[in-house]
Each structure stands twice: as C-alpha cells, then as structure tokens.
C-alpha cells in the first residue's frame, strides 16, 4: 500500500502494468544449510580449470565485470555467476558425460533467467585466450543464438535466457534509457 498526498492509501500498481513490468517477482527463499555448505566445500576442492578460470575473473578483472564463485540457484551451485548480464559459466569434467542432467539443470536456470556458458576443463586450461574472448562475447551480447557444437574447439555451447511471454510485451529498448537518451556505458560495451 502506498499513501497519497492527502493521506489516502491506495493498492501498488500492478507490476503488469507499472513500473517492473515484465519483470520476474521473486520471494526470497532461503537456501538450504546443506547447499550453502557444498558450494563451500566446492570453493575449497576447486580443479585446476576452475582455479584459472576464478583468478580471471575475481576482482572485477574481466573487462569490470564482477562475478561470483559456487552460487547456489535453487537445487543447484552454479560454478560462476555474473548477476548484472545473468550468465552463468560451467566447467565440465569427465563427469559431465552424461549430458541429460546438464540439459537438465540448464534448462532448470534458464527457466530461472540465467543464460549458461560451457567449457570443457582442458579446453579452459589449453585454449585461455579463446575461452576469455568467448566469455567477453557473449557478455557484450554478440553472441545471443543457442549453440551445441560440443565445446570452444569445435563450437560453443551456449544456452541464452528463455524470455518470458511478459518480458515480449513490454520489454524496454536495451540501448536507450528514459526519454530516448543513450546509456553511455553501453556504446563502450562496459557493464553499468
């Protein structure tokens, strides 16, 4: 509720047709005890690939982007996660050769808002440079179809958000801001 200027209280507008329209509402939720400590133990027992991975992009070092290690999301730790473009990136091991439950989970934080980047762990450690100009691509936004090429080498895989049918209707043009004027950070393909 929100109070007038006569004192009246008056009902929030409806995020549908308001402010925040298109927008998802999310209540929190705590995450559970046993989550938070396996993304714990898993910052602990990292491999080499995702050692690398993290010193490239802890600390804003990645074009100023900041991004998260073992971030739970609902039933699963995303390996690194970039709240401002929600792109998440997995390593995958050996033990990702079942790809079922990694179509699984990624269509689970699709679902969620999150588009999902996958690198093989010895292309992470062979192709560095590769692996960096991808992640750079797809977080300026040049890169934005599904791909499955079965890794950097060969083709990229990548899933992108799965909009919602309320985020079609009103979605806000992504390269002006109120009243038609250019962000500025968005020319310089630099995060806001």
Known sequence: MIEDGEGAVKPRPSPESGEGA??????????????????RDLRHAATDAETWMWSELRGRRLNGFRFVRQLPIGPYIADFACRARHLIIELDGSQHADRRSDETRTVYLQSHGWAVLRFWNEEVLRERGAVCETILAVLGGRVTEPCDGGGL???????????SPASLRSAPSPD?????????????????
């Open 22 to 39: 298109g927008r998802r509402m999310r209540e929190p939720r705590a995450t559970p005890a046993a989550l938070l400590q396996n993304a």
């Open 176 to 192: 002006s801001g109120e009243g038609g004027a250019p962000y500025p950070d968005m020319a310089l393909g630099r995060p806001a």
């Open 153 to 163: 080498i060969h083709g990229l895989r990548f899933a992108p958000v799965i909009p």
